[in-house]
C-alpha cells in the first residue's frame, strides 16, 4: 500500500507511512494563474492506495478529489482527519443545501475514515464503492494519554458545556482523573453565572477539553471564569485546532497557559499525532 499525503495533511501523511509500514508517495500540487488547483502523483499507483488529506479550505476539498480521482483504479482508502462542512449536517432554513451531505458524496473510495465528527451520523451520507460504511475515529484516548504524561499535581478536565461531556469523559478514563461540565446557573432575570457542575477549581491544574476550538470566544470566557474562581493552571486541548483569526490571542489574553492539539489540522499547538490512531483504525477494519 501507498500513502499519498494531500498539502493540508503532508506531515500527517508521513506519520501515517511511518507506523503502518508504507511508502509514502510525493505529490505534487500547485495553483495556475486563473485559480484552478494542478495535482501529480509522482510515480505509479498500482495496487492499494491510502490518501490523508484533511479540509481545512474549499482548495483543500479540490485537492481530495483530484487525489482520489488519481488513485481510484486500485483499491482505495481515504482518511480525512478534519472534515470540513461537517457542522452544516442540518437543513436549518427552508432552502439550505445539506453541505455535509455534498460533500460526503463525492467521496469515490473504497473506506473512508475521519477523527471525531461533528455528528456520527452524517457518516451515513458516505456512498462508498464498497458498500462498507464510514468510520469515524476518536482521539479521546491519545488526548488523555498525553495529559496524563504532563504529570500534574491535581488535575480536572473541564467540558465547556454539555454537548462535550461524552468527549470529556472518554479523556478522563484514559487520563486517570476526575472531570466537571460548565453550566449556566440564572441569579436574576438579567444576569446568568457560569460555574462547574459539581467540582471546586480553587488551586487545581484545570484543563478545558473540546473536540474544537474556532474563534476561541467560548473558551476564552471559559478560561476568565475558570481563573476567577482561583484556578492555578488553566489549559486547553482539542482535538481539531482550527484556531480561526485571533483565536490565540483571545486564548492567551485571557490567561491560558497552553494550547494542546492533535495534527488533523497542522498548527504549532498540533503536538499530538492520530498516526497511531489511523493506523489502528484501519488495520482493525
Known amino acids: 500500500m501507498k500513502v499519498l499525503g494531500g498539502p493540508a495533511s503532508q506531515l500527517l501523511g508521513s506519520r501515517v507511512a511511518r507506523e503502518i509500514g508504507c511508502e509514502l508517495a510525493i505529490v505534487e500540487f500547485k495553483q495556475f494563474p486563473d485559480g484552478e488547483l494542478y495535482l501529480r502523483v509522482t510515480e505509479e499507483l498500482d495496487g492499494d492506495t491510502l490518501v490523508v488529506q484533511s479540509t481545512t479550505s474549499n482548495d483543500d476539498i479540490v485537492y481530495l478529489l483530484q487525489l482520489i480521482d488519481a488513485a481510484s483504479d486500485g483499491y482505495l482508502r481515504v482518511v480525512i482527519p478534519y472534515f470540513g462542512y461537517a457542522r452544516q449536517d442540518k437543513r436549518f432554513k427552508l432552502g439550505e443545501p445539506i453541505s455535509a451531505r455534498a460533500i460526503a458524496q463525492t467521496i469515490g473510495a473504497d473506506e473512508a475514515y475521519v477523527v471525531n465528527i461533528h455528528d456520527p451520523a452524517s457518516l451515513d451520507y458516505f456512498q462508498l464503492r464498497s458498500g462498507k460504511k464510514a468510520v469515524s475515529l476518536s482521539a479521546a484516548r491519545l488526548i488523555g494519554t498525553h495529559l496524563k ?37 440564572r441569579v436574576t432575570s438579567e444576569h446568568v453565572e457560569i460555574q462547574p457542575k459539581t467540582v471546586d477549581v480553587d488551586a487545581r491544574e484545570v484543563i478545558v477539553v473540546d473536540d474544537m476550538i474556532s474563534t476561541g470566544g467560548t473558551m476564552a470566557e471559559a478560561i476568565k471564569l475558570l481563573r476567577g474562581q482561583g484556578a492555578r493552571q488553566v489549559h486547553v486541548a482539542c482535538i481539531h485546532p482550527v484556531l480561526s483569526l485571533n483565536a490565540r490571542l483571545r486564548l492567551y489574553r485571557a490567561g491560558v497557559d497552553s494550547i494542546i492539539a492533535t495534527d488533523t489540522i497542522e498548527k504549532a499547538e498540533s503536538v499530538i499525532s492520530v498516526a497511531p490512531l489511523i493506523k489502528d483504525g484501519i488495520e482493525g477494519r
Open 149 to 185: 504524561s504532563m504529570e500534574f499535581t491535581s488535575p480536572l478536565l473541564i467540558a465547556p458545556d454539555e454537548g462535550a461531556t461524552a468527549l470529556v469523559s472518554d479523556v478522563s478514563q484514559a487520563m486517570g482523573c476526575e472531570f466537571d461540565v460548565l453550566v449556566k446557573k
